[in-house]
């Protein structure tokens, strides 16, 4: 085989059920699990005591699914600086809304507030609107591999380097639904790049939530 074909043949052998490299297997060491319609962006599961930057269209909606299974498992969630989501919209996702907590804090007390809530809770979407200093992104990158959460930074942009240890791209977003100006927006495609393959995920799908399209591009 050549070395060309392997990653295409890695990939092929992840899509089967039971099938693990051995980078899979020391991923999943730490990890949260997610919504089956996510283990194709997070084979392993969520990553705990890393920082996940999700960039584009659409990312505080896959950020949503991929905390929606650690909250319905008795797990503490919480956003940072995102607004105010729509609250049926986070329970069609799946996350439990008795678990969940929207926090908004000024730009000054960002970082304390985001340092305070990693002591408690399990996984943490923060949307900061500005840019960390090196410090900072050591200091908070340090604190969450120190109590193993899950830190997911959205954005529209990428944040300087060093902020995330992945980043996973959101992009090419296209709602259907409407007929000829009639009725109501249902499903949203969009195009998931986690550095390993590209997914097509619907977020959300017919059904509120979080939904595979049966495509992967490599």
Do not use: N
Not at 22 to 42: E, H
Not at 167 to 177: D, L
Request: proline share 6%.
């Amino acid at each position: 085989m050549s070395v060309h074909a392997v990653p295409a043949a890695l990939a092929q052998l992840r899509r089967l059920p039971g099938v693990s490299t051995a980078r899979d297997l020391a991923d999943a060491k730490l990890t949260f699990p997610v919504v089956s319609a996510l283990r194709s962006v997070f084979p392993t599961g969520l990553p705990r005591g890393e920082v996940t930057e999700i960039v584009g269209p659409q990312a505080l909606s896959l950020a949503l699914a991929a905390v929606a299974r650690l909250s319905a498992e008795d797990h503490w969630a919480a956003a940072v600086g995102v607004g105010e989501p729509a609250v049926q919209a986070i329970a069609d996702y799946g996350v439990s809304l008795s678990r969940f907590a929207s926090v908004e804090v000024d730009a000054r007390d960002w970082l304390r507030a985001v340092s305070i809530l990693v002591e408690s809770f399990s996984a943490i979407i923060v949307r900061p609107g500005f840019s960390l200093t090196p410090t900072e992104q050591a200091r908070l990158r340090a604190k969450v591999r120190e109590r193993s959460m899950s830190l997911l930074v959205v954005g529209s942009s990428r944040q300087p380097k060093g902020t995330a240890d992945r980043t996973v791209s959101v992009s090419a977003p296209r709602w259907a639904g409407l007929a000829q100006g009639a009725g109501t927006l249902s499903e949203c495609a969009v195009t998931v790049d986690h550095g390993r393959e590209r997914v097509h995920l619907l977020l959300p799908g017919a059904s509120g939530r979080a939904e595979e399209r049966g495509i992967r591009l490599v």
